[in-house]
C-alpha cells in the first residue's frame, strides 16, 4: 500500500470531512499523529501576497516582495520566455518564503473593458492567455513551487461575482471561456485550478460535476487539486460531490459537520469523500517532497526581471515624426502625479507589497532624462485644479518636449468593482490637451485595461507601459531613451466608444444573470466580424524599427483529420535599430471568423532575418458542436497585428464542416432568441429575495425595513473589524460588503460569524424577530476555537 493509500485507511471520517478545508486562511490542515503536514498557499499572482496574520482572509499587510507588473502588461511582451523567467523568479522567492502555492496565474478572457479585475488577465484571446499562463505556470513550477490556476471558469466580470450566474452556450464556453484553460492545464500540469465564485449555466463552479469531474478531470486528464475561491462554498457536499477538494478558507465546523452527516446518511457517497481526501493528501505530500529541492534567491535579479518584463511589454501606440526616443539633451517637462506616485499594480487581493518601488523622479536622471517636474493633477481625484494645471503649462514652457504621466488612477480599478465608463479622469485630459496646444506631448500611458482616447489627436507619441510592477519607472525611461526599443503588442483591443463593445449592453445589467449573447464574438472576433473601426486593433504595436514578413511555406495544402501542418515564415529587421517583433498566426474562416492560433516573438539586429516555424493541429482548425469539430476550407494569416495581415495561405479541408452561424448584431442589441436557441435547457436561475436565504446579499436585506437596520449594523461591525493598513485593500473589502452573500460574510470572518450565528440573523430580517436573536445568541455563545494542528 502507498503512503496515500496508506494514510486514507488510518483517517477517520471527521479526519477526512477536516482535510477537505482549511486550517485558517491560508494553509491546509495538518495531522501530526499520522504525518500530513500542512502547505502554505498565498496569492500571487504578479508577486508574493504573503499576510502577517494567517488567520485573516481579509486584504491585510504581507511581507515585502518583488512587484513583477501584471498579467495584462506582461500578456503585451508575446514573449513565452519572459513569462518563464518571470514565474521561475516569483517561485523562487516564494520557496524562500516558505510558500508552496501561488495562487495564479489568472487566465480569464477580458470579456469587457469593464471588468475591474482586468489587470489580472492575459487576453480577450484564449490562445495568448492560455500560452503565456502556462509559460508562467511552467516557470513557477521549476523552482519547486506550485502554481494554482484560477479562475475556474467564465468568471468576468466582479459585480454581484459570487451570485451571478454567467449564461453561456456551448461553443463560446469551449472556444473562448474553457481553451485558456485546458492549453494552460495539458502543457504545464499546475499543481491546482482554483474554481471560480459565480454559476456558470446554473450551478456554482465549484458544484459542477460537469466542469470539475468531467471536463477537468476526464476530458482534460487534471490530476491535481481542486481548490475554491476564498468563501466561494455554497453546498460543500455537492461541491465534494463534483470533485471540488478543498474548502479555502476555513469557514467554521459547520462544512466539516455536513460533510460528516451527508456520508452518514448516505447522501453523499465516501467514495467521492476519499477521492477529494486522496487528492488533498497527494497535494501536501507532492509539497512537501518538493521543500528539499535546491533552489537560488535573489532579490536583485527578480527586480531586474520585473525591469525587463515591463521593458518589453510597454506598447508604442503613436509615434509622429519619430519623436520618440528623445533625443539626447533634450530639455523635457515631466508632468503627472504617477511620476511621483506611480501606477504600478492593481488593488485587491493580488496587491503585492513591493521590495523597491521605482519612482520616476528618481529613475530619469540615471538615465539621462533632464527634466524640470510639475504635478500638473491630483490622482485622487477628477476635476482639474487650476493651479496645478497652470504650473504644469508653465513648466511646458521651459522645455522642448513635455512628458506626461496619465492613465487610471489606483481607485479606477479593483478586484470586486467594476468600471462604469473606461475614460481618463478629467483633469489628467484637460492637462493633455492644453500642454499638447504648446508642445509636443509624449503620454505615458498607465492602467490594466482600455480607456478611451478622445485626445489622442493631439499628442504626439504614446507608450502605453500598463502596469509596470515596482521597476516600472527605469524601464519606461530605458523606452524613452532607446536603450531598450518597444516590442509590446496589445493583447486586447481598444475600442473606439465603450459602447462598440460586444457585450455592451448585457454586462451588468443583471445581478444575477449574465448572458453572454456575444457568444464566441468576443474582442477582436467581433470587431472583426463586424468591419468595425477600433481605436487600436489586438496584437497592435510599433517600433523605433520596422519589419517585413516574407516567404510563407506550409507542409500541406491540403488537411484531412488527424493530420498537422507546419508552417514557416521569415522576418527581416528592415530599420536600422535592433528591435523584436511579435509575430502572429491566425485561421480565417469565411468573412465572419477569426482566430489566433500560434505566436512567437523575435530579436533582430538591423538588417538581419530569422524564420519562425510553428505546426498547428487539428484543433487549430476545428470549432466546438457537440465535440471539435474540422472545420472546412480557411484560409492562415500571418501578421504584425489582427488587422495587419502581412502573408496568406488557403487550406483545403475536403472532409471540413462549416461552423453554423451566429447573427452578429453590431449595434450591440444581440437577439435573445437566437441566442436562447443555442441551448437545450435555458440555464438563468430564478432568484426570490424572500425569505432571505443564506445567499441572499446585504443590498437584498435593504428590501426590508428589518434588513435594513442588519445591513446598517453589518456595515458598523465591519468599520470596526476591518482594520488594515492596507488602505485600498479595506476599501475594496468594505465595498465588497455590499455584494457578498451572508455565506460568505460566514467564510470569510475567520470564526467570528458562525453559519447558526448567520441561520439567527437570517430569521431576524424574515421578521422572526425574538426567535433569531435567541438563536444568534444562543450560538454565538457555542461559537467553538478554529481546529488547531495536534487534532
Ligand atoms: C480572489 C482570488 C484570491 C483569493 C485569496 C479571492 O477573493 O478571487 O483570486 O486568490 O481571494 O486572496
Redesign the pocket.
Known sequence: MNQIEDILSQLTLEQKADLCSGLNAWNTFPIASLGVPEALMT??PHGL?KQYDKES?M?ESSVPATCFPPAATTACSWDKDLLYRVGEALGSEARDQGVSLV??P?INIKRSPLCGRNF?YFSEDPILSGDLGAQMIKGIQSTGTGACI??FAANNREYFRMVSNSIVDERALHEIYLQGFERAIKTARPYAV?SA?NMLNGDYCGEKKELIAGILREDWGFDGLVVS???ACYNREKGIAAGMDLE?PYSGEENTERIMRSVAKGTLDQQALDACVRRVLSFVFRCEAEKSKPYTYDAQKNHEIAREAAASSAVLLKNENGLLPLKPGTKVALLGEFAEKPRYQGA???MINPLQLETALEEFPKYGIHFIYSKGYDSTKDETDESLLTDAKRVADEADVAVIFAGLPAHYEM??IDRTHICIPQNQAELIEQVAATKPVVVLLCGGAPVEMPWIGCVTSLLHCYLGGEASASAAAQLLTGAVNPSGKLAETYPIHLSDTPSYRFFSDDRHNVEYRESIYVGYRYYDAAKMDVLFPFGYGLSYTTFSYSDLRLSRDTLLAGQSLSLSFTVTNTGKVAGAEAAQVYIEHGPAEKHLCAFGKVFLQPGETKELSFTLSERDFSFYHGGWKLMDDCTVLVGASSRDIRLKAMVSIPRGMTPPKYPLATDGHWDAVAFYSLFDKIPQISFSKHPFTINATLTDFDSAAIGRQIHRVAKWFAKKYIVSDNYLGQQIMLQLLDQNPFRVLVSLSGGLLTYCMARGVLMIANGQVLIGLLAFITASRKRRKRKIKSK
Open positions: 496569492d500571487g501576497r482572509a486584504l495562487l495564479g489568472g489580472e484560477k479562475h482554483m465564485y475561491d476564498w468563501g479555502m485587491g487581493s493580488s478586484e470586486g
